[in-house]
């Protein structure tokens, strides 16, 4: 028989949320007909959601790329409509003003592709190791079996 639930006790990770690892969209947010579209939504929603003024990021982008970027440009590389595509290097930029790399994350998910912090890149690499390992051990397996079936 299941006892009933504690009503009396506070509960300490009812609240809790793992932090994401991997920064994703929700795929209503920046679905789109195609992959330049989806961009541009990711980019509006990253301009959003950054709580600073088109013209503040802008004016942040700019100087840190050492290019002139607009607010007008913003708003043409967040608009759906407008065929004007934001350069590799503006991107970059501006995940780095805004510290939001979902815009990337949206870009490479065709490509089966992600962007990760790059405090994980030594767990990364453990992995790959690990990996690499049990694979050798598997191939070191099968060679031994193939020598003894050989005998």
Known sequence: MKR???TSTLDLFRDIRPEL???RFE???????TRARRLSRAIARTLEDDGRSRDEIAAA?????DEKVTRAMLDAYASQE???AISATRLAGLVAITGDARPFNALLADAGLIVVDQKYEAL????RARELKERAEREEQAAD???RARR
């Open 82 to 84: 407008k065929p004007h």
């Open 4 to 6: 009933p639930r504690d």
């Open 124 to 127: 990364l690499k453990r992995e």
């Open 27 to 33: 795929e209503a947010e920046v679905r789109a007909w």
């Open 61 to 65: 982008l700019s100087e840190m790329i």
């Open 145 to 147: 079996a193939e020598w």
């Open 21 to 23: 690892v991997v920064p």
